[in-house]
């Protein structure tokens, strides 16, 4: 019998939808395996101890990346408490306060935001930001953390506002009329009704917002002075720092393929795989969870 | 940076077949018109510029310009795929051995010297500082300017990336004073800075801050610091005679290899580059001649 491709052409879209689909579970699995390839061996020319010390000097074998790892965490940390307060109150404001006029307007603005290149904004940042911050604070440099962050949320602002302002669309609009009813002023209702009700979209903006600073490299590699230094007290935020990409970004050029410090380099890629992974697995359970029983009913 | 690395593909681009040539050949470069010159980053803009003029005025030679380190041109050397190495530092002397494994002598070439200036914002009262205060601010031990005669204010370091050979060069001869049992590194809290222009504008920009960089790449925005003899004589600011008459302490060779001693083109290429023409390109770029 001769075959008939053309008689059945769902079959046909149905396979391409599935091979694209089943090809980047394969793509992120072998970047994963290319990573560990090349990370893994790290611990052997440097054991665990050493990988986690506090010293990185990698020209003299000093792989110590606990301060690469803090310098990290700080600056996504700070980011998200700038891009978080900002990033809701817009996203509410366009959402539930805005005019329909406004709100096409700065959603596009807010898309404009996300469009810009982190480099021009590592640029703003060295020209006008740490000059300013220095004079501001009275501080010894504005090559700080602090400055990082601040710019790092400026870039996370708009996923977190898209996200949340998805978030906020999808909660039913009888919750809010509920609530207008039951004699709620329109602040209250956005506090206590909408807000609460969309607040697992909010967390997956939150989550997704620490994946995109975590992951920004440029912006934070003109501004944070990247001296790899352990933190001392309170103060760290504004001390500069030096974060694990800004790390791979500056060293990963000049390294010798397969040397320690390539192995070690790669290695760190490997830690921040796994972060951004855990992190994406963390928001899409907390997507699954989405609905509690009583809001379904409810909606 | 970037552009001269557009810029060095291009030549190889333009040139289809230069670099396949030396390959195959096994390279010899004596009757070549062919030059394939590799190696240091600190000296690809002088190699491209002296490749430059020198091709307009023969136009039947050509030389191809790429860096990648030190390291990477005096590899490919012994490996045969150049036929000069671009080096700032001295050859090792196990890279000198590989070489005679692969059959000839390395011969050395200084081509250009390099200094390295400290600098500190413009309004920083402090004019010179000896190479043993250096260390001792760059290591962390001295950390407000009052201790070096200056005002009461925290010290900002700043340094280069420590994948550049100049950070490399101010480690050995300036934090470790040339002692090669020294293990200090800089202070942990060091800014390191991707680009001369960052260092440039934060030394410019920041009353606390002190850094280092290139002679050819130092502006009018930030103030040179002078360089005090350990027998206390008089401070020496990095110049072109200072660095040549030996006065200037942190200064460098910058060295080509070739295959032995070079002869034809190769030869006439390495004599042109110490003529007056191209040693004055040598200052143009901020380096300082040799002559």
């Known amino acids: 019998m001769q075959p008939k491709p053309f008689r059945n052409p769902d079959g046909i879209i149905n396979a391409v939808i599935r091979i694209c689909g089943y090809s980047s579970i394969l793509f992120v699995t072998l970047i994963f395996l290319f990573l560990m390839g090349e990370g893994l061996p790290a611990l052997r020319v440097a054991s665990l101890k050493e990988l986690f010390g506090t010293t990185w000097y990698p020209n003299e074998a000093y792989y110590g990346i606990l301060p690469l790892i803090f310098g990290s965490v700080l600056v996504t940390m700070g980011a998200m408490l700038v891009a978080l307060p900002f990033g809701i109150a817009t996203a509410v404001f366009i959402s539930e306060v805005a005019p329909r006029w406004a709100k096409e307007f700065l959603k596009s603005l807010v898309e404009i935001l996300a469009g810009i290149p982190s480099v021009v904004l590592g640029f703003i940042g060295i020209l006008v930001v740490v000059p300013a911050l220095r004079r501001l604070f009275d501080l010894p440099t504005g090559l700080t953390g602090f400055t990082g962050a601040l710019l790092l949320g400026l870039i996370a602002i708009p996923t977190v506002v898209s996200i949340a ?55 934070v590699m003109m501004v944070t002075g990247n001296a790899p230094v352990m933190p001392g007290g309170l103060d760290a935020l504004f001390q500069p720092v030096r974060t694990m990409t800004a790390t791979i970004a500056s060293e990963m050029g000049e390294v010798a393929s397969g040397s320690a410090h390539y192995q070690v380099l790669f290695f760190i890629g490997v830690l921040l795989f796994l972060v951004s992974l855990l992190i994406n697995v963390a928001a899409s359970t907390v997507i699954f969870q989405r609905r509690g029983r009583s809001e379904r009913v409810l909606s | 940076m970037r552009k001269i690395l557009v810029f060095a593909l291009l030549i190889l681009l333009l040139l289809p077949g230069c670099g396949a040539n030396a390959a195959e050949t096994g390279s010899t470069p004596e009757s070549s018109l062919y030059i394939q010159n590799k190696g240091s980053d600190t000296i690809v803009n002088l190699a491209l510029a002296w490749a430059e003029r020198y091709q307009n005025e023969h136009p039947e030679v050509r030389i191809s310009v790429t860096g990648g380190g030190s390291g990477t041109g005096i590899v490919s050397l012994i490996n045969g795929t150049v036929d000069i190495a671009n080096a700032s530092r001295a050859i090792k002397s196990e890279e000198m051995e590989n070489a005679r494994a692969a059959g000839f002598e390395p011969q050395e070439h200084v081509i250009a010297r390099d ?27 001295i950390n407000n300017w009052s201790e070096v005669g200056g005002e009461d204010r925290l010290i900002v370091r700043v340094s280069r990336e420590s994948n550049s050979g100049t950070h490399v060069y101010f480690l050995e001869s300036v934090v470790r004073q040339g002692r090669a049992d020294d293990k200090s590194l800089f202070a942990a809290n060091t800014l390191l800075l991707p680009s001369s222009e960052g260092i440039i504008a934060e030394v410019s920009d920041n009353p606390n801050a002190i850094g280092y960089d290139g002679l050819g790449y130092v502006t009018e925005d930030v103030k040179m610091v002078a360089i005090t003899p350990p027998d206390g004589g008089e401070s020496v600011l990095p110049a072109i005679e200072t660095v040549n008459s030996g006065d200037y302490p942190i200064s460098r060779d910058l060295y080509m290899y070739t295959r032995g001693e070079p002869t034809g083109t190769l030869k006439a290429y390495l004599d042109w580059i110490l003529s007056d023409e191209a040693q004055q390109i040598v200052a143009d770029l901020g380096f300082v001649p040799v002559k």
């Open chain 1, 165 to 219: 302002e998805d978030a906020l669309n999808t909660v039913p609009v009888s919750y809010r009329h509920a609530s207008l009813a039951l004699g709620a002023t329109h602040w209250q209702t956005i506090w206590g009704v909408t807000v609460p009700a969309a607040r697992s979209g909010i967390l997956t903006a939150l989550m997704l917002g620490v994946g995109r600073a975590l992951g920004e490299t440029m912006a």
């Open chain 2, 115 to 141: 200094a390295i200036a400290v600098i500190v914002h413009p309004d920083n009262p402090v004019d010179s500082l000896s190479i043993a205060q250096l260390a001792r601010i760059f290591k962390g031990e």
